[in-house]
T-cell receptor, first 112, second 112 residues
């Protein structure tokens, strides 16, 4: 799986959009970008994934650059409950039996 | 729909002992993965079970072993515990071939 680079931490004001960047310059053509988050003392939670088109669901939007070397997760109206560690993971969609490779992620802190 | 559950929540063991952790999959899921999360780190993939067989493994020694039962629940066994085995152990269930893994709340293991 391709390696990813994320900022260690970020702050965002409550009610504003939180934009979390991820670099994955060695991504392969068949690898997807996944985002998970982990709220303190809980297990990770799936947020969204995409291949090359932008994706949106009820939690977030995922913007992938045309060259697919980076992406941005957008939480449109951040709340205090969005404070968590956010992990960007790159892997083939049906990756079979190799599990998810988590880095250290970005610690997003939503400020009141 | 019942989510992923794990037991126990916490436990303390002594170096050299053996431990068994348990996980119940989310309804309809046939694949279970186990992860170890040290303090301040992202989860690390231990192994995955599908149809009661281990079908993928991360960089963990053989003293980490597991089982999956016909109802898709699973156990993680760790023999000859070491101090570095102190961590949060996460179980995740999924439907084989699907992109989304659902995590349980984890078991906090402390080895003294």
């Amino acid at each position: 799986d391709a390696k990813t680079t994320q900022p260690t931490s970020m702050d965002c004001a409550e009610g504003r959009a939180a934009n979390l960047p991820c670099n994955h310059s060695t991504i392969s053509g068949n690898e997807y970008v996944y985002w998970y988050r982990q709220i303190h003392s809980q297990g990770p939670q799936y947020i969204i994934h995409g291949l090359k088109n932008n994706e949106t669901n009820e939690m977030a939007s995922l913007i992938i650059t045309e060259d697919r070397k980076s992406s941005t997760l957008i939480l449109p109206h951040a709340t205090l409950r969005d404070t968590a560690v956010y992990y960007c993971i790159v892997r083939v969609e049906r990756g079979g039996a190799d599990g998810l490779t988590f880095g250290k992620g970005t610690h997003l802190i939503i400020q009141p | 729909e019942t989510g992923v559950t794990q037991s126990p929540t916490h436990l303390i063991k002594t170096r050299g002992q053996q431990v068994t952790l348990r996980c119940s999959s989310q309804s309809g899921h046939n694949t279970v993965s186990w992860y170890q999360q040290a303090l301040g780190q992202g989860p690390q993939f231990i192994f995955q079970y599908y149809r009661e067989e281990e079908n993928g493994r991360g960089n963990f020694p053989p003293r980490f072993s597991g089982l999956q039962f016909p109802n898709y629940s699973s156990e993680l066994n760790v023999n000859a515990l070491e101090l570095d085995d102190s961590a949060l152990y996460l179980c995740a269930s999924s439907f084989q071939g699907n992109y989304e893994q659902y995590f349980g709340p984890g078991t906090r293991l402390t080895v003294t």
